[in-house]
T-cell receptor
């Protein structure tokens, strides 16, 4: 059973370009969470998705950021018109249920660098 | 809202010595408590969790943590560290009965010195 797969592992974008980050959850997991880790900081919740639904996007910046988890395929975190401040590690986690007492399995992250 | 405080950003310790990483939390509702470890350029791995019951929780790699409700603490301990324990450790909470929306502390970097 493969773990949570994120790609690419490293992504370099120029200011103003778009960044697309992909997350394939573990097999059988239909709950996906995205977190952002800024340098020297802990992870901050961004968004929680179930298949085809956004459940909680309270941590998402109001502009330029969007997320989806289609019926087929990976979850996508999309950042439009990237700025230097978007440089961070973005982690995806998945779980088999929505319950807060179950373990969320994390991917290795995508490290976005905006130049 | 919940918050997690890890006062020590870095903890150096000699190999085979004991270590304690401190974690305090704040919440107006009941929470579940977790410790995660992050090795360089890797994702997070669950070390242990406290849901209910016995306040002393044992995890992987010889780590344990004790939940103290009165002090709102969940400190992580290991009696004898190894070089391989060098990593960053995150304390985290979720709302009891809620979903997997995790609030993390800022992390403690454990540096094991040979």
């Amino acid at each position: 059973n493969a773990g949570v797969m994120q790609n690419p592992r490293h992504l370099v974008r120029r200011r103003g370009q778009e960044a697309r980050l992909r997350c394939s959850p573990m097999k059988g997991h239909s709950h996906v969470y995205w977190y952002r880790q800024l340098p020297e900081e802990g992870l901050k919740f961004m968004v929680y998705l179930q298949k085809e639904n956004i459940i909680d996007e309270s941590g998402m910046p109001k502009e330029r950021f969007s997320a989806e988890f289609p019926k087929e395929g990976p979850s996508i975190l999309r950042i439009q018109q990237v700025v230097r401040g978007d440089s961070a590690a973005y982690f995806c986690a998945s779980s088999p249920t929505r319950a807060g007492d179950t373990e969320a399995f994390f991917g290795q992250g995508t490290r976005l660098t905006v130049v | 809202a919940q918050s997690v405080t890890q006062l020590d950003s870095q903890v150096p310790v000699f190999e085979e010595a004991p270590v304690e990483l401190r974690c305090n939390y704040s919440s107006s509702v009941s929470v579940y408590l977790f410790w995660y470890v992050q090795y360089p350029n890797q994702g997070l791995q669950l070390l242990l969790k406290y849901l209910s019951g016995s306040t002393l929780v044992k995890g992987i790699n010889g780590f344990e943590a004790e939940f103290n409700k009165s002090q709102t603490s969940f400190h992580l301990r290991k009696p004898s560290v190894h070089i391989s324990d060098t990593a960053e450790y995150f304390c985290a909470v979720t709302i009891s009965g809620g979903y997997q929306k995790v609030t993390f502390g800022t992390g403690t970097k454990l540096q094991v010195i040979p």
